[in-house]
C-alpha cells in the first residue's frame, strides 16, 4: 500500500506571495493532519480534517487555511507568506479520527524568501 | 506546561550495542497514548512504536521496545543492536482523549542519535 504522498517536496517563495501544499493520504485513510517543523518552534498542529470537516485547529494566524476533498486528498494555504513560514510541513494520516497511530509523508520544504 | 520532555539533545552510541531515549509526559487524561517517531535527514516522520495508557505489557516491534513506566510518566524508547542506519532524530509524541476524540499529537524536542562503527 502506498503512503502519504506530499507535493511538492521542496518550494521557494518570496515574502508575500502564497503557496498551496497537497497532501494525499493512505489508501482508506480519511483523517489528514499537517504540522508545521522549525527549528526554533519544533513540530507544531496546524490542523485535522476528517470527512471534509475541519476537526481541530493549532494556534496559527488566519494566513494558514486548509481543506480535505471528497477522496480524502488535503491542501493547506499559506497567504502573505512571512519568512518565518520558513518550514518543513509534514501531512499524516490516519484511518479516522478515533485510531491512534498517525502516518506521515515526507513533507514539503518551504524556503521563503 | 510542556507535555513531553526529551532531556537528551543528543546520544551517542556504538554500533551492536544496546541505547536508551528518555521521553516523560505530562496529562491529567487517563487515556491517552504515546508513540516515537524517526526521522532521517530526509526528513519524513517514520512511526517505531506505540503504547496505550491502558496497556498491560510494555510495546515492542523488532529492534525497537518501549519501556513504558506510568506511575512515574515515562515512556523511554530502547533500541537493542544498533546500527549505523539508526543515526537519526527521534521523538517521542502523545495524544490525548482516545477512542473519543484524539487530541493532535504532542511532540518532543527530540534527541539526535549517533550511531558509531
Known amino acids: 500500500k502506498a503512503g502519504v504522498t506530499q507535493t511538492p517536496r521542496y518550494l521557494i517563495k518570496t515574502r508575500g506571495q502564497q503557496v498551496t501544499l497537497s497532501c494525499s493520504p493512505i489508501?482508506?485513510?480519511?483523517?489528514v493532519s499537517w504540522y508545521q517543523q522549525t527549528p526554533g518552534q519544533g513540530l507544531q498542529f496546524l490542523f485535522e480534517y476528517f470527512s471534509e470537516t475541519q476537526r481541530n485547529k493549532g494556534n496559527f494566524p488566519g494566513r494558514f487555511s486548509g481543506r480535505q476533498f471528497s477522496n480524502s486528498r488535503s491542501e493547506m494555504n499559506v497567504s502573505t507568506l512571512e519568512l518565518g513560514d520558513s518550514a518543513l510541513y509534514l501531512c499524516a494520516s490516519s484511518l479516522s479520527v478515533d485510531q491512534e497511530t498517525q502516518y506521515f509523508g515526507p513533507g514539503t520544504r518551504l524556503l521563503v524568501l | 506546561a510542556q507535555k513531553i520532555t526529551q532531556t537528551q539533545p543528543g546520544m551517542f552510541v556504538q554500533e551492536k550495542e544496546a541505547v536508551t531515549l528518555d521521553c516523560t509526559y505530562d496529562?491529567?487524561?487517563?487515556?491517552?497514548?504515546l508513540f516515537w517517531y524517526k526521522q532521517p535527514s530526509s526528513g519524513e516522520m517514520i512511526f517505531l512504536i506505540y503504547q496505550g495508557s491502558y496497556d498491560q505489557q510494555n510495546a515492542t516491534e523488532g529492534r525497537y521496545s518501549l519501556n513504558f513506566q506510568k506511575a512515574r510518566k515515562s515512556a523511554n524508547l530502547v533500541i537493542s543492536a544498533s546500527q549505523l542506519g539508526d543515526s537519526a532524530m527521534y521523538f517521542c509524541a502523545m495524544r490525548e482523549g482516545l477512542g473519543s476524540g484524539n487530541t493532535p499529537l504532542v511532540f518532543g524536542k527530540g534527541t539526535r542519535l549517533s550511531v558509531i562503527a
Open positions: 496529562t491529567s487524561d487517563p487515556s491517552y497514548g
Open positions: 489508501s482508506g485513510h480519511r483523517s
